[in-house]
């Protein structure tokens, strides 16, 4: 007999060292342990953490990149010989996977799925770098190594600077010419180290090593390349509010006939390239700088000549990897308004190959075998038809049984289509469906259809909200519905608010059901918006008198009453009150209390007239309506909840905004809100613009960004195509209407502190205001809040005012000047750099006026002063005008005197002398002088020879003219007199009180000479030998003590010379030694502590 063997259960120790260890691993991580333990770091953490919180704030601005974004400008720049036009055919090389000979105008490539890039090479010109400084997105910077920063690079950054400053990368070439490891890196090191200071802390510099090929290293351009494809670029202030083209291509396409008979008369000239920035639409008024302002004559998008890839893939094919250069021959196509060409290269023609013949071959026809599209092509160049007639003469055949069908036989009848409705921005579905047609009129099942929109014409609305209660449907079983019907019971589940249900609807649910058509029953089966779910738990509610008489009014057959203005009135009401109450978050079952009261709010409204009411009855609702008040102040305030977080969910502000307007209860600030609003806008705008016909949109908000634009431009300058260079960008700037006008513009103004010289004011000035470059002529003045007082000098590192004539900008536009842009100096160009102020045309500038005159006759308080005015009428104009001695004595002008001509009577509130200068302080207004060149560079065959007005001293050099002087402002010797004043006599009386140290020692003069005076010395021939050598031996001995002084110096400084060498001996050998020291005792102690770890 088998026994079953029991054994004992395990049971878990809850006690002991191995319990407890197992207790120490479930508990985890002591909080304490990562808390602050000191609370003054807790608040500096915090504040640190604020702070860089702060630090990332910057004014929102709108980004408008449209879904397909313009290729991004890189532009190339840097000074000559280095390594720009090699690394741009490294670039492309990468991209495109094609090698470049020459670079000629804009390369555009297809970089990634999302992304290309239009590369552009910037000259050594300064015109050039000013306009590429407008419209690139990224500036990739070379700076050859071995030389360092050239004075180019650090003048392109300062017009950087003024223009927006887009995103800058610097690329360090030539440094395989460094042959020692440690200079180059100290190089690298200091030329970082000076990049940031310009640019900011930690901005990106790349190291090219050398050249393989022709080439940059593929991985070090590979590197490049994707900080290329991931920098972000955030738009600039200029760029979002001007559209813009940078032209990749230009053609000519005027009447040759006038040409051959004018070669000098205006073109007519199409410009071809991306649209990038705001919107464009035909008449815009555009500027080429160089060329001058231009209007659009007509404007029109072409195919996309670099098109991103179609199928969306993990990576691109290597026929997806596309580049564009019609100026550099490159990219086989050229896309124009009516047609395609193809760029065939060498001489293709059909005397050159012969069209073979499969049934025709002769030995003279088969020397040269072509291809198949050289056939293909040369069969298109056969054809006797065009492809209009060969369309009209064809026909197919659909059916075998069916007869052929052709372009005639085919009836277009445009008016048979149905007109769009325009959806609103809430994304209600207003669309008519096709099936609606069969069955009953379509008007009542648009009605009753809950997928469809208001039918009321409520599109321009905010928010369409449903009329009845059959528009939006409200069910719990919205996860049972079909799929057809799942997004409108979300949308339904989000409005259930705000349904009004029909009285009809309630009573006569079931009649109501059957007048809808088979399709839309069918739909609506699993989900009826006119039924509540019944709860039999509450059924025993409905017993009480309230019930009975909530439910009254809704089962008499009386008349209405005129609802429409009490309708009006009580939604007036309704939305007074909501405005001014809060709201709070309501519960689920506080949904079903809405709907109630809106039913009962509806049915009140719906009350029958009183000649057929009993009194018993007007008693009952009055009572009832009192108790419905209160009820629907509350419901009011819950649907304007409602309504207000559907408003904020479908906004995507993720936000529940209170009355206040302050942040959310979320935490939100007011940055993240400014930036929701403008994504918010952007979206209502492509939302009410999205079903619209290309066309459509092209005529109402003009051509976006990113289209490939063909812009056609009359009256050009003939010398802009005669002397067109690819190498120079040409660029279309948008002009709002505001900059299409001239006049006064006040700005504000610095001297470059690297420029050598001060500005003076009537120099002409290079401006680089907008789009524009032109020369002008400044006045420098300074505000002291009194006067706008004229400086005939810029002050030294200071900003100052100025006044000049141009073209009128927006406030706070910056720009910087230049003296010439033909001349190439070793000297830094950009002498000023500044913003605009306003541009209101009022100019108030006045310089001082100093008259000076001398008194010639002088009474007690009074003087008449002459040599100030040349009349009395000039007397009379100034007359009560404040005058002022040097020595600071205050008068006025009063009447004018008889002769000399130009006297006057003056009174001064002191007596003044007759060698006293008066002097009168005026005024006098300065009008700035009204001169605008523009800058027309691309007008001729030489570029960098641009000459405008020349400066001053340029004119005085050039005509060997000395500076003018006026004959007051030289410097003259200074003749005084010597007075002599009278000896200070001491009275008697004050001497005898004074003490003996001040008592004047006067001593009398003696009347007779005295014996000593009268005695004469003569020395005997003796003694006049002894006095000589006496003097000889004096004589010897100062110019022993001399010489024995200038050898003590010359010995005291070769002393010291040898101690300081001495000197620096030994401080090298203690440095020496010390250092040894030192480097014994660390390898010591490192030994040691080696020692100490492997114990």
């Not at 209502?684 to 613009?689: C, G, P």
């Not at 200071?798 to 073209?807: I, R």
Request: include cysteine; charge should be positive.
């Amino acid at each position: 007999m088998e026994l079953n063997q029991a054994n004992k259960a395990h049971r878990t120790s809850k006690a002991g060292a191995s319990a407890k260890k197992k207790k120490i691993h479930q508990k985890g991580n002591n909080p304490k342990a990562f808390a602050m333990q000191s609370g003054t770091r807790a608040s500096k953490m915090a504040s640190r953490k604020l702070e860089k919180q702060e630090k990332k704030y910057h004014v929102p601005l709108v980004d408008r990149t449209p879904k397909i974004p313009p290729p991004v400008i890189v532009a190339v720049v840097g000074p000559p010989k280095t390594g720009k036009t090699t690394l741009i055919k490294s670039l492309i090389r990468r991209y495109a996977k094609h090698t470049l000979n020459e670079i000629k105008g804009p390369v555009t490539v297809v970089s990634s799925k999302k992304q290309r890039i239009t590369f552009i090479e910037a000259p050594n010109d300064m015109n050039a770098l000013i306009d590429i400084a407008k419209i690139a997105d990224l500036v990739l910077l070379t700076i050859d190594a071995s030389f360092g920063f050239e004075m180019e690079t650090f003048e392109f950054l300062n017009i950087l600077q003024t223009h927006g400053f887009p995103r800058v990368m610097g690329v360090l070439t030539f440094l395989d010419k460094f042959r020692d490891s440690k200079r180059l890196s100290n190089t690298k090191k200091r030329l970082k180290h000076r990049f940031w200071s310009e640019i900011y802390q930690g901005a990106k510099l790349f190291y090219l090593s050398g050249v393989i090929n022709d080439r940059y290293p593929d991985q070090e351009i590979l590197n490049l390349s994707r900080f290329i494809s991931v920098m972000k670029f955030r738009p600039l202030i200029w760029h979002n509010s001007h559209p813009y083209v940078l032209s990749d291509r230009i053609e000519d396409i005027s009447d040759r006939e006038k040409i051959t008979a004018n070669p000098k008369s205006d073109r007519t000239v199409t410009f071809y390239g991306y649209l990038r920035g705001t919107n464009i639409k035909p008449g815009f008024q555009v500027h080429i700088p160089g060329a001058g302002d231009f209007s659009i004559s007509e404007i029109e998008s072409l195919a996309d000549p670099c098109p991103f890839p179609s199928a969306q893939k993990k990576r691109l094919d290597e026929k997806q990897k596309l580049i564009y250069a019609p100026m550099s021959d490159v990219g086989g196509l050229i896309f124009d308004k009516d047609a395609v060409y193809i760029n065939v290269p060498g001489n293709f023609s059909q005397n050159a190959k012969t069209l073979q013949d499969p049934d025709t071959e002769s030995p003279q026809t088969n020397k040269i075998e072509l291809g198949q599209g050289e056939r293909m092509v040369m069969q298109l160049q056969n054809t006797d038809f065009i492809v209009p007639d060969q369309l009209t003469k064809s026909d197919i055949k659909l059916f075998s049984s069916s007869d052929p069908v052709n372009i005639n036989s085919l009836n277009l009848n445009e008016n048979n289509d149905t007109q769009r409705v325009r959806r609103p921005y809430n994304g209600v579905n207003s669309s008519i469906s096709d099936d609606l047609s069969d069955g009953e009129d379509s008007s009542s099942s648009i009605d009753s259809d809950p997928t469809l929109g208001s039918s009321d014409g409520s599109d321009d609305e905010g928010i369409a909200y449903a009329d009845t209660d059959s528009e939006y449907s409200f069910s719990s079983d919205d996860e049972q519905s079909g799929p057809s019907m799942s997004s409108d019971s979300r949308f339904a589940d989000s409005f259930s608010f705000n349904r009004r249900i029909s009285l009809m609807d309630l009573t006569n649910s079931k009649n109501s059901k059957n007048t809808k058509s088979d399709s839309i029953k069918e739909d609506l089966e699993c989900e009826d918006s006119c039924r509540y779910s019944i709860k039999y738990e509450n059924l025993d509610n409905w017993l009480t008198q309230d019930a009975f008489n909530s439910l009254k009014s809704k089962f008499l057959s009386t008349a209405f009453e005129d609802s429409t203005t009490k309708q009006e009135q009580e939604e007036d009401e309704y939305e007074s009150e909501t405005e001014e109450n809060d709201y709070s978050e309501p519960s689920s079952e506080s949904l079903d209390k809405i709907l109630d009261g809106k039913n009962r709010k509806k049915n009140s409204k719906t009350k029958s007239s009183p000649s057929n009411q009993s009194p018993e009855e007007s008693a009952d609702e009055n009572s009832g309506d009192n108790e419905e008040e209160e009820e629907d102040s509350e419901l009011a305030k819950k649907k304007e909840m409602l309504k207000r977080r559907f408003d904020a969910q479908y906004d995507n502000k993720g936000i529940n905004p209170d009355d206040s307007g302050n942040e959310s209860a979320e935490g939100e600030d007011l940055y993240t809100l400014q930036k929701a609003e403008y994504q918010r806008q952007l979206d209502l705008n492509e939302a009410e613009f999205s079903n619209d016909s290309p066309e459509i949109r092209e005529k109402v908000e003009g051509f976006l960004p990113g289209q490939y634009v063909r812009i056609k431009v009359e009256n050009v300058p003939c010398e802009l195509v005669e002397f067109f260079n690819p190498n120079y960008p040409i660029i279309l700037g948008g002009l709002l209407p505001s900059e299409t006008k001239f006049g006064f513009v006040n700005v504000r103004i610095k001297r470059h502190r690297w420029f050598a010289k001060i500005l003076k004011t009537g120099n002409p000035l290079i401006f680089s205001l907008g789009w524009r470059r032109f020369q002008t002529i400044p006045t420098f003045a300074l505000y002291d809040r009194i006067k706008t007082r004229m400086l005939k000098y810029t002050p030294e590192h200071m900003h100052c005012l100025a006044t000049f004539y141009g073209p009128i900008s927006a406030a706070n536009t910056g720009f910087c000047c230049v003296q010439t842009v033909s001349k190439v100096s070793t000297n830094f160009r950009i002498c000023a750099t500044g913003v605009v102020l306003d541009n209101n045309q009022s100019t108030e500038i006045v310089k001082k006026l100093k008259l000076v005159g001398v008194p010639f006759k002088i009474h007690k308080n009074s003087a008449y002063i002459k040599n100030m005015f040349n009349s009395p009428l000039e007397v009379a104009r100034f007359e009560g005008a404040q005058i002022r001695t040097v020595s600071g004595i205050r008068g006025q002008v009063k009447k004018a005197y008889k002769s000399p001509p130009g006297a006057f009577r003056a009174t001064f509130e002191d007596k003044i002398l007759m060698s006293d200068i008066v002097f009168l302080r005026a005024w006098y207004t300065i009008k700035p002088k009204k001169f605008y060149n523009p800058v027309t560079s691309l007008l001729l065959s030489d570029k960098n020879q641009w000459q405008g007005m020349r400066q001053i001293v340029e004119i005085r050099r050039d005509m060997g003219i000395k500076v003018p002087t006026s004959y007051n402002s030289h410097y003259k010797p200074i003749s005084r007199e010597q007075r002599r004043f009278n000896k200070l006599t001491v009275p008697k009386s004050l001497q005898a009180q004074l003490p003996y140290k001040s008592k004047p020692k006067m001593d009398k003069k003696q009347k007779k000479q005295s014996y000593l005076d009268k005695r004469a010395v003569v020395l005997e021939p003796h003694e006049k030998k002894i006095a000589s050598l006496i003097n000889e031996l004096n004589l010897i001995n100062r110019e022993k003590s001399v010489k024995r002084k200038m050898k003590d110096i010359e010995q005291r400084t070769k002393l010291l010379k040898k101690h300081e060498q001495e000197n620096q001996i030994s401080e090298n050998k203690v440095k020496k030694l010390r250092k040894e020291y030192f480097k014994k005792q660390g390898l010591a102690a490192a030994n040691a502590a080696e020692k100490k770890k492997g114990r």
